[in-house]
């Protein structure tokens, strides 16, 4: 889909001269920003969503977990 957006003079110039330099067209960088931007915030969405929950919740491990990552772990090198 076509949409015409305005930017700043100094983006454009950084952008135009990146999208050379990797020898792709100015939308797909655009596009793969803007991706990669609402990608990111989803994410956190999500990140904050199961913190909320954790808050929320006993996330502790009971004491036959405990014990046995404690074993498990002490046998790695650190």
Sequence with gaps: MKTAISVQDNLFERVEK?????????????????????DKREKESLKEKINAVCDKV???????WKKKQSRILSKDKW
């Design 58 to 64: 006993d996330t502790s491990l009971d004491t036959f």
């Design 18 to 38: 990146y999208a050379k330099e990797q020898k792709i067209s100015r939308s797909q960088l655009f596009s793969v920003a803007v991706e990669e931007y609402l």
